[in-house]
T-cell receptor, first 117, second 112 residues
Framework: DAMVIQNPRYQVTQFGKPVTLSCSQT?????MYWYQQKSSQAPKLLFH???????NEADTPDNFQSRRPNTSFCFLDIRSPGLGDAAMYLC????????????????FGPGTRLLVL | AQRVTQPEKLLSVFKGAPVELKCNYS??????LFWYVQYSRQRLQLLLR??SRESIKGFTADLNKGETSFHLKKPFAQEEDSAMYYC??????????????FGQGTTLQVKP
């Protein structure tokens, strides 16, 4: 089945130790999104890619970076995790909404739960 | 400002009872509204979108631009409907970025 895969499902890191979360997709979608979801809160968009074109949300901390080496893979790098970065991180993909003139359905991965010690 | 409000964190009903999960939005352009659902231990997935005007698993939602609402309804709740439901807002037309703004979510609990 075509899908969005996130690894690992659980990640434990130490305060200040860089960590990378990965996302891959077999849907061949050109748009990929990273969301942060803290406990009992709404998913919040961090950034997204149209192909290799990176789009950062204005309020995404500089501590969060992303890489997309090809269509299938996208990485979220947290350079110096703080206790406040503990959250579920969701990756999603969609077809390009700019081509359709309307919103495209987003397909989500299972998420990676990050714990910062 | 673009905003989605789901006023209820938890909605608890008995099996067979009607369900209405409320969603209100604030958006200056042409809105496109979605309901996403997350069942226990599963990923977030699309339930329905207003533009499709379809019923999925017995759920319907009508976009009311006058009241800026997109409430999710089902006439007879089933136990398998128990899940977290998120209302989400996007935009249509030129300049649409694909970005979704999610509400806080409502946990629906259907009791036997």
């Amino acid at each position: 089945d075509a899908m969005v895969i996130q690894n690992p499902r659980y990640q434990v890191t130490q305060f200040g130790k860089p960590v990378t979360l990965s996302c891959s997709q077999t849907l061949n979608h050109n748009v990929m999104y990273w969301y942060q979801q803290k406990s009992s809160q709404a998913p919040k968009l961090l950034f997204h890619y149209y192909d290799k074109d990176f789009n950062n949300e204005a309020d995404t901390p500089d501590n969060f970076q992303s890489r997309r080496p090809n269509t299938s893979f996208c990485f979220l790098d947290i350079r110096s995790p703080g206790l406040g970065d503990a959250a579920m991180y969701l990756c999603a993909t969609s077809r390009d909404p700019r081509l359709a003139g309307g919103q495209e359905t987003q397909y989500f991965g299972p998420g990676t739960r990050l714990l910062v010690l | 400002a673009q905003r989605v409000t789901q006023p209820e964190k938890l909605l608890s009903v008995f099996k067979g009872a009607p369900v209405e999960l409320k969603c209100n939005y604030s958006y200056s352009g042409s809105p496109e509204l979605f309901w996403y659902v997350q069942y226990s231990r599963q990923r977030l997935q699309l339930l329905l979108r207003h533009i499709s005007r379809e019923s999925i698993k017995g759920f319907t939602a009508d976009l009311n631009k006058g009241e800026t609402s997109f409430h999710l309804k089902k006439p007879f709740a089933q136990e398998e409907d128990s899940a977290m439901y998120y209302c989400a807002l996007g935009g249509r037309g030129s300049g649409n970025t694909g970005k979704l703004i999610f509400g806080q979510g409502t946990t629906l609990q259907v009791k036997p």
